[in-house]
């Protein structure tokens, strides 16, 4: 059994087929979805996606924020971004972390300007990408 | 009658112009391609975005409560004009100021604030008593999208304060290569979306965590998407005009080189024969 996945970013379609299972990180933890899933709309955190392609084939990717609907066995995901861990600029995820760690360490030293949710968001998005790209190499 | 001299010093002039114009209808294609491409792939994702918000509205019952929804007594108004940093691109400019200016007209006497993207969307209203609230632009072409994301912050900021009341767009919507349509979609407050009464198959939706939260996340984005989605459409429908009015400037120079080359032809032959009547008349003479 199988159903629709369609994964878009405001920049481009990412991933537009049909799979067989799909494991998101919702907001209340991962949930995994299969065919013919009740309606359900919920918020993804950081984390990791994977789905099971027609070929059966277990695909893994990046995913920072979005939004997951799945209805009429079509699940869609809209999210800021999402990268397979090839895509992943390794360099890029660890620079951005230490600059979070960075702001954090600035906010506990009680520094204005610096936007603690913000910092934590970002530290979160970088270690994410860095655990997958970590996984998969 | 133009000397030959002269007549072949405009058609290389004329020449140089066409080369020019066709140079710069090459880049205006070369960049349509990438911004027409960057339209298709944002598209689905803005037009998911619009579904979701629907599905939301629909799957509750009671009313939602979300600051980008409340409309209020209008004081003060925002007009957000985006079009192009450079000219040369046809009428695609004045066809922006136009549909603005007949806004602001018919909004007389309204507390006005405007934002300026794009460098001739400053200029023009600079010489206007029309206050520019802020300007973005000078973007090479194509979406800056940290500077998108500013835009978009200051706009839902001073909504939400109460600095302004209601904040318009106007834009050109991208319909294909050679037509683009100059749209004024209000950005805030948002449309609340329809809210079902009953409770129908649709409010069998599962929210995670709660319905409240998915707005307090998913209003931001749509915010985003609508912003990114217009510049988006403006690029595309700029290089599109810009393109089409090249080809045209550089149709004109070769009808023009031709028609001076007639010229210079005409111009050489009544040289000549005058030449030859001079010498023919200067014989006679002698033999005479």
Same mark, same amino acid.
């Given at each position: 059994m199988m159903f629709r996945l369609s994964i878009l970013t405001p920049e481009r379609v990412v991933y537009d087929a049909e799979v067989h299972a799909l494991v998101a990180p919702g907001a209340e933890g991962y949930l995994g979805i299969l065919s013919q899933h009740a309606p359900i709309i919920t918020l993804l955190g950081p984390g990791k996606i994977e789905f099971h392609d027609v070929d059966k084939k277990l695909q893994v990717m990046a995913v920072s924020k979005g939004f997951l609907e799945v209805s009429s066995n079509v699940a869609t995901l809209l999210a800021d971004a999402v990268e397979r861990p090839d895509d992943i600029d390794i360099e890029r995820a660890r620079a951005a972390y230490k600059r979070a760690l960075g702001w954090l360490a600035a906010t506990r030293k #009680?520094?204005? #300007?610096?936007d603690l949710l913000r910092a934590q968001a970002a530290r979160a998005r970088a270690a994410n990408r860095i655990t997958i790209y970590e996984e998969t190499h | 009658m133009p000397t030959p001299r002269e007549v072949k010093k405009r058609i290389r002039t004329v020449r140089s112009t066409a080369r020019i114009t066709k140079a710069m209808e090459m880049i205006a294609a070369a960049k349509l391609r990438r911004a027409q491409q960057r339209v298709e792939q944002a598209k689905p994702y803005a037009l998911k975005m619009d579904e979701m918000l629907g599905h939301l509205a629909a799957a509750s019952t009671s009313e939602i409560v979300h600051p980008y929804f409340e409309e209020r007594e209008t004081k003060k108004k925002t007009l957000v004009v985006i079009a192009s940093d450079r000219g040369l691109c046809g009428s695609f400019n004045t066809n922006v100021y136009r549909r603005a200016d007949h806004w602001l007209q018919e909004n007389e006497g309204t507390d006005i604030e405007i934002v300026a993207i794009g460098k001739r969307v400053r200029d023009h209203y600079r010489h206007r008593t029309r206050p520019i609230l802020e300007y973005y632009g000078d973007?090479?072409?194509?979406?800056?999208y940290d500077h998108a994301r500013q835009i978009v912050a200051l706009l839902t900021g001073r909504f939400v304060t109460g600095e302004t009341d209601e904040i318009n767009l106007v834009f050109t919507r991208f319909l294909s290569t050679v037509r683009y349509r100059v749209v004024l979609e209000r950005y805030l407050p948002v449309a609340r979306p329809e809210t079902s009464e009953a409770k129908g198959a649709a409010s069998e939706y599962i929210f995670e965590p709660s319905s409240e939260e998915i707005y307090a996340a998913l209003m931001p984005a749509y915010a985003t998407t609508k912003m990114f989605t217009a510049l988006a459409e403006s690029f595309a429908s700029e290089h599109g005009s810009r393109m089409m009015a090249m080809t045209n400037a550089t149709r004109n120079a070769g009808e023009m080189a031709d028609a001076l080359t007639l010229e210079f032809n005409k111009a050489r032959q009544t040289q000549i024969t005058k030449e030859l009547l001079e010498v023919v008349s200067g014989a006679e003479a002698l033999k005479g």
């Open positions: #009680g520094k204005t #300007g610096v | 973007w090479g072409g194509m979406i800056d």
